[in-house]
């Protein structure tokens, strides 16, 4: 490799959200651990008459060909590799580092798509890290990439906050990581997941690609439900400031998709915020209620399952040793997260089941 050519690879792992899903954005805490799957990035740059981007994966055989303002006319995968480039462009004006270079990016991994792993999640933090070295951009800590990360995503249309980011990047295998989001990123507790605790990752068969279509706007409009809340309430800024006062007041609304929302953002907060406690104390009875009543709240408060999550629950449930179970993700599909005790049958009753993980 001679001077004119520089090469470099980083790689993300895909995380579980243990609790604390759909509140990461309004002040609330993730609980997540990673998973033996992940997104590599490799990117080579070498001298040219002129700016090339192209992107290939080892799952999609066509190959694209990008440019660095072009993101809004991305209609597959490939933005999520533009859309890191695009924004820190913009942050930190590498417009003429990146001129009159041709990139090759190569995308591997495992982590399926559409599954509530944090696939797109990855893939942003992985070519995030490798544009940063590319371009020697210094002073980048892991809280400002965290916020990098968010921001270019954001770019896609997504109206999400960091907590993936955040888990991808703070987070490790076997340890459970709280976090908080607000006011500023922070680790506050860690806790060895429970011993006897095993958690078994199953795909539904459906694919939620939050970045596209239908599931897009579902999951922007509940985010949004929760700016309409807030914005009526005045007072009350995040989901900790909430009380039952808070809920009583936000009845007045007369809106049923807010005050669910808003219902499922109080309980889901106080889950998350107590969650770790549960592993620490190896309170097994007590994470399989939370698991159960944070995953009735989702289908019948903030409404992201869907019937082939919810059959796949059901079927769990009925299973000795299953402490509960409950969807992976922001929802409308992926994957299903099942809570059991060691030597539980799990894999016997879903055997039809593509089994993605096992923590």
Known sequence: ???????????????????????????????????????????????????TIIVKSCGDQQKYSCDVDDIALRDNWSKYVIAPLIYLNEKYDLRDQINKHTYHI??????????????????????????????????????????????????????????????????????????????????????????????YIYHSGVKATKGTGNCNQRFNDKVKCYDVGFEYLDKEKYLNDLSEESLTKIKELNNENVINVMKYGYREYNRSNNFYLMCLNNDYEGIGKMVKQSMLDEQMLYKCSCNEIDHMVEMANNIDGVLGAQICGAGMGGCLAIFALKGTSVINVFKNYDLIAIV
């Open 1 to 51: 490799m001679n001077g004119d050519t520089l090469f470099v690879s980083k790689k993300a792992h895909g995380r579980i959200n243990l609790m604390g899903r759909h509140v990461d954005h309004q002040g609330g805490y993730y609980n997540m651990i990673l998973i033996d799957k992940y997104v590599q990035c490799d990117m080579c740059k070498s001298k040219s008459l002129s700016t």
């Open 106 to 199: 190569n995308i591997w991994g495992n982590i399926p798509q559409g599954a509530g792993l944090s696939s797109s999640s990855a893939l942003v933090v992985a070519c995030a890290k490798c544009f940063i070295e590319l371009f020697n951009i210094e002073n980048i800590n892991n809280f400002t990439l965290i916020n990098d990360c968010c921001d270019a995503e954001k770019l896609i249309g997504t109206g999400g906050g960091s907590g993936d980011h955040a888990s991808i990047i703070l987070g490790k295998p076997n340890i459970i990581t709280k976090i908080k989001m607000f006011p500023d990123i922070a680790i506050e507790n860690t806790v060895n997941k429970p011993e006897k605790l095993e958690i």
